[in-house]
Each structure stands twice: as structure tokens, then as C-alpha cells.
């Protein structure tokens, strides 16, 4: 326990010294380039969970000591998440762009670097990219309880709620 508390906190310290250390220039829209990101894109999701095109860079991977696992998703502008939810919970701290997070019944949140979430275990959510930015962000999510659960697709009507 003591190693993956170890771990959690080695990548958040580095997330929040990056961020801090950032550049003050305003890389919203990083236009498929890698340039100031704190982490490599990754590599292309290529499952039916994501609408639209994001990518993930696995930080860390959870076995059978450590259940946690951590990653860093870069969406692509409109890209998003299916609705799904985690048995022991999730983390997500923004770290560059403009996403949404939305948990069932409650309303879109509009999500800017530095902004983190707290998704309260088997509450079903999504989050991704806004329709005009992408959106970069880590994801921490314990494994213990069991794998993610994944839901139906997020409507377009779901999707633009809100907006003006």
C-alpha cells in the first residue's frame, strides 16, 4: 500500500510541478502536436468506449500489488467518453484544454487546466473534450473493486446541453 501511495503521489507531484513550471502562452488548442504537453500523446484509442479521437499515455498499470492505474487522455475537440462508471471511484485533473465532465442527473461541468473531479464510486459519468479545444487529462482510477463498467454512448443532444 504504502508503494502505490508512493507512486500516486510521485505522478501527482510531477503533474502539479509541470503545470506550475508551464509557460504562461496559451496552448488550449495544441493542434495535434505534442508541443507543451507534460506527457506524449500516446497512443490512439481504437475501441468503441471513445467517440472521437482521443489518446492515452499509460502512467501507471495496476496488477496485482498496485491497483491503481494512471493516465494521461488527450482528446480531440467534440471527442468524449461513452457513459461508464468505476466501482471504487475516479480522479481526473484537467491539465491543458477545455473538457466536460457530467455525472447522471446532474449538469454538465466545464472543465479548465488546474480543475479536478472527484467521481464517487458506481456513479455513472462522462467526460472528454469540449466542441471547439481539445482537452488533456490525467486519469486515476483504482482497480481494487473491480474493472470499469461501460455504458451507453453519449448523445449529441446529451453532448451540446447547456450550451448557448
Not at 499515455?57 to 487522455?73: F, M, P, R, Y
Not at 484544454?97 to 487546466?113: D, H, S
Request: with cysteine; hydrophobic share 35%.
Amino acid at each position: 500500500m504504502k508503494k502505490m501511495i508512493s507512486s500516486v503521489m510521485a505522478v501527482l507531484t510531477f503533474v502539479v510541478v509541470s503545470c506550475t513550471n508551464s509557460n504562461n502562452q496559451d496552448k488550449s488548442n495544441l493542434n495535434n502536436s505534442e508541443e507543451g504537453l507534460i506527457f506524449p500523446r500516446g497512443e490512439k484509442i481504437e475501441n468503441d468506449r471513445f467517440h472521437g479521437i482521443a489518446w492515452l499515455q499509460s502512467l501507471v498499470v495496476s496488477d496485482s500489488v498496485n491497483h491503481i492505474a494512471v493516465g494521461s487522455v488527450t482528446f480531440e475537440p467534440g471527442a468524449r467518453t461513452k457513459w461508464h462508471l468505476h466501482p471504487d471511484g475516479q480522479i481526473i485533473m484537467a491539465i491543458a484544454g477545455v473538457g466536460y465532465y457530467q455525472e447522471q442527473g446532474g449538469p454538465k461541468i466545464i472543465l479548465q487546466k488546474g480543475d479536478v473531479v472527484t467521481c464517487p464510486p458506481d456513479v455513472p459519468h462522462w467526460h472528454g473534450a469540449s466542441a471547439d479545444k481539445e482537452f488533456v487529462q490525467i486519469a486515476i482510477t483504482s482497480r481494487l473493486k473491480g474493472p470499469t463498467e461501460w455504458l451507453h454512448t453519449v448523445s449529441d443532444e446529451e453532448y451540446h446541453a447547456g450550451e448557448k
